[in-house]
C-alpha cells in the first residue's frame, strides 16, 4: 500500500499475541509493532542474536502481516535493564545506562528508583548503539516496516 495512513498493533513484549485470531483477521491492521531490548539483540559485544525478530517477522509474513520494530534502551522499572551486560563492565562505557527517578513534588530527597535509561548522550555509548542499528539495517532493510526508538524524555534529579 503506497502512502497513505498505515495500521500496526502495538503489542509491546508480548510477542504470543501476534497470533491472535482478532489480530490476525482485523485487515485494519497491517502488521504489528514489537518491542525488542538491546541486551535481547545484542548478548555479547558484536555478537547480534536476532532470532526473536526473525521469528515473529516469519509468522507474520506467513499471515500477509508486517512488522515494524521498536529497539528498547530504557526502562520503567528499576529491575529491567535493557542494554548489553558488557556496557556495565567496561569502564570505557561509563556503566552503559544510569538509573532514572521519579521525584514528585521537588522532593530529590525522597526521589524513588525508576527504571534505566542508555547514556544515549555519552559518544562511547552512543557508537556501540550506532553498530546495533547499523546490523538490524544491514539484516532488515526492505524485510520488515521500520524501525523506532521508545520516548527519549528521561528523569535524574
Do not use: C
Amino acid at each position: 500500500m503506497a502512502g497513505g495512513v498505515h495500521h500496526y498493533a502495538f503489542f509491546n513484549r508480548d510477542r504470543e499475541r501476534i497470533r491472535e485470531a482478532a489480530f490476525l483477521q482485523t485487515r485494519a491492521f497491517e502488521g504489528a509493532q514489537l518491542k525488542y531490548t538491546w541486551r535481547e539483540l545484542e548478548r555479547e559485544k558484536d555478537v547480534y542474536d536476532f532470532s526473536l525478530i526473525r521469528h515473529d517477522l516469519a509468522f507474520l509474513s506467513s499471515k500477509g502481516k508486517k512488522l515494524f520494530i521498536q529497539v528498547q534502551d530504557s526502562s520503567f522499572d528499576p529491575a529491567l535493564v535493557h542494554v548489553p551486560r558488557y556496557l556495565f563492565d567496561d569502564p570505557r562505557y561509563h556503566g552503559g545506562a544510569d538509573q532514572q527517578y521519579n521525584i514528585t513534588r521537588d522532593d530529590e530527597e525522597h526521589a524513588v528508583p525508576e527504571g534505566w535509561v542508555a547514556r544515549r548522550w555519552d559518544p562511547a555509548v552512543q557508537e556501540r548503539f550506532h553498530k546495533l542499528l547499523l546490523a538490524l539495517g544491514k539484516e532488515y532493510d526492505g524485510k520488515i516496516e521500520g524501525i523506532n526508538l521508545p520516548e527519549t524524555a528521561v528523569s535524574f534529579g
